[in-house]
C-alpha cells in the first residue's frame, strides 16, 4: 500500500536527483538482516556515485559527498522510503532495529548479536533518539572511533531493549513518533 500511496512522491524525487547529478536514482547497501544474513538496502541517492568508497559514516549535513538534493532528502528523511521495497521483499519491517553494515557487525558482542534475532526495521527508538547523528559525528574528532566507542553501543543497547519488549502496540508508537519527528524537524 505505502509504495503505491508514495509512487508519485518517489517519481518527483528521482526526477529531481537525476536533474541534480549523474548516478542511479537509488542507491543499494549491503546491510546485515535477521538471522546474520546479507541483503540489499535500498535507499534514494543522496551522494555522488562510489561516495561509500570514500567512507561509511556520514559527517554532518555539509558532508561534501552530498549533493544539492541530497540534503534535504536525508534532512526529512525522504532517502528512507525506498526501504519500503525492501519490507514487501521481507527483508525489513517498519519497526525493528536500523539494519547496520557487515564491518560494523563484526565488532558486536554476542549479547549485541540478539538484535539480528528480528527483522531490521526501516524505524526504531534509537534512530529517533540519534536522529542528530550525523551532527554528533562531525562534531568528533574521529567520526569512526565515535561510532563505534560510543554511539553504535548505545544504539544497540536501546535496540536489544526494543527486542525484548517488541508489541504491536510499541510499534504503532514508534511509526507516530518517527512521523511527529520527521514534521517537527
Known amino acids: 500500500m505505502g509504495l503505491i500511496c508514495l509512487s508519485p512522491l518517489f517519481a518527483v524525487l528521482a526526477i529531481w536527483i537525476k536533474c541534480d547529478s549523474q548516478g542511479p536514482v537509488f542507491y543499494r547497501q549491503v546491510r546485515v538482516g535477521r538471522g546474520n544474513k546479507d541483503f540489499s538496502l535500498f535507499k534514494f541517492r543522496s551522494m555522488r556515485p562510489d561516495s561509500d568508497k570514500l567512507g561509511l559514516i556520514t559527517v554532518g549535513g555539509r558532508d561534501p559527498r552530498v549533493t544539492r538534493s541530497g540534503y534535504y532528502i536525508r534532512k526529512y528523511k525522504l532517502d528512507e522510503f525506498p526501504q519500503l521495497i525492501n519490507v514487501f521483499l521481507g527483508d525489513m519491517s517498519l519497526v525493528g532495529?536500523?539494519?547496520?553494515?557487515?564491518?560494523?557487525?563484526?565488532?558486536?558482542?554476542?549479547?549485541?548479536?540478539?538484535?539480528?534475532?528480528?527483522?531490521?526495521?526501516?524505524?526504531?527508538?534509537?534512530?529517533?533518539?540519534?536522529?542528530?547523528?550525523?551532527?554528533?559525528?562531525?562534531?568528533?574528532?574521529?567520526?569512526?572511533?565515535?561510532?563505534i566507542e560510543q554511539v553504535m553501543p548505545d544504539k544497540l543497547a536501546i535496540d536489544l531493549e526494543y527486542v525484548k519488549q517488541a508489541t504491536l502496540l510499541n510499534d504503532i508508537r514508534l511509526i507516530f513518533s518517527t512521523f511527529k519527528e520527521i514534521i517537527t524537524k
Open 97 to 147: 532495529p536500523r539494519p547496520e553494515v557487515r564491518k560494523y557487525v563484526e565488532m558486536y558482542t554476542p549479547e549485541q548479536m540478539k538484535v539480528l534475532s528480528v527483522r531490521p526495521g526501516i524505524t526504531s527508538l534509537a534512530s529517533i533518539r540519534y536522529r542528530n547523528e550525523n551532527d554528533i559525528l562531525a562534531a568528533a574528532e574521529d567520526p569512526d572511533k565515535c561510532y
